[in-house]
């Protein structure tokens, strides 16, 4: 697996999120020939290892609090010939997960870098969940701070697309009411535990998945947040504060009050001389 410049290559490997038998037989063969496996935790790299019968592999922790360093360190490494596969706890590297900085140094340093795809949660959930998927937006973990929070739920409920998020599910309960304070009369949908035992797909108001969430015990697992597309009611936004929005991001008044039309169902003409008037105050 060594280049014939003598430049090892670096593989970016999917891994199972739950379902160990969820695996490529191109990662297996990779895991199997690489010099060295950079991963998040040894310990759950080499459950996986076993389960493959993968024995005697180098491994080197690689996880968001040594990234600068282990990158510096692989990167010599790599240019000396050796292979390294860079594999997370579980699903694709780099997708909400540590990675970027090697692979970013890698590309910088000429070293060759090939993905070998497979599971990944954001895409399973929304290839299960009914929700359209000709067009998503990815927004990674939901912000943990509640104006933050507020700000980004708002948007999503905005889009004409499905949104699609991760979420912890020590802070579930805390998304889910204020989502129901926010949106009370829309659906969305929660997919927990993809491919695991207890895997279930959710669909309903906020305020009913939470109630049966809680009743059963089951906030907690792994949780992929799906708010699909629609339109807010007027009630829903204050068309003025979504003018401010959208005129910061350096919209023309005509595109911004064309959007507003959109999100709030309000006349487009009506919104127009509203966002004139909130550029001359």
Do not use: W
């Amino acid at each position: 697996m060594h280049s014939d410049k003598g430049v090892g290559t670096l593989y970016v490997v999917a891994t199972p999120i739950g379902n160990l038998e969820d695996i490529t037989l191109r990662a297996v063969k990779v895991l199997k020939e690489a010099d060295l496996i950079a991963c998040e935790d040894t310990r759950r790299t080499r459950k996986l290892l076993s389960h493959l019968g993968i024995e005697g592999k180098r491994l080197v922790p690689y996880h968001e609090h040594n990234e600068r360093e282990q990158s510096e360190r692989i990167i010599s490494l790599l240019k000396e010939g050796s292979s390294v596969a860079l594999v997370s706890d579980a699903g694709t590297p780099c997708i909400s997960d540590p990675g970027y900085r090697l692979v970013s140094l890698a590309r910088k340093e000429g070293v060759p870098v090939f993905p070998v795809p497979g599971a990944s949660a954001v895409v399973a959930a929304l290839s299960a969940s009914g929700f359209p998927t000709d067009r998503f937006f990815f927004g990674g973990f939901l912000p943990r701070k509640e104006k933050a929070l507020k700000e980004e739920l708002k948007e999503a409920f905005s889009r004409p697309y499905t949104s699609v998020y991760y979420e912890s599910p020590h802070r579930l309960e805390r998304t889910l009411n204020l989502i129901s304070e926010l949106f009370p009369s829309r659906e969305i949908g929660i997919y927990r535990e993809i491919t695991k035992l207890n895997e279930e797909f959710l669909k309903g108001k906020a305020n009913e998945l939470l109630t049966y969430l809680s009743s059963e015990g089951k906030l907690k697992g792994e949780i992929v947040l799906l708010v699909p597309p629609g339109k807010e009611t007027p009630s829903e936004v204050n068309p003025d504060e979504l003018l401010r929005q959208l005129l910061s991001k350096g919209l023309p008044v005509k595109e911004a009050a064309k959007e507003a039309a959109r999100v709030t169902g309000l006349p487009k003409r009506e919104l127009y001389r509203r966002a004139l008037q909130l550029l001359n105050k």
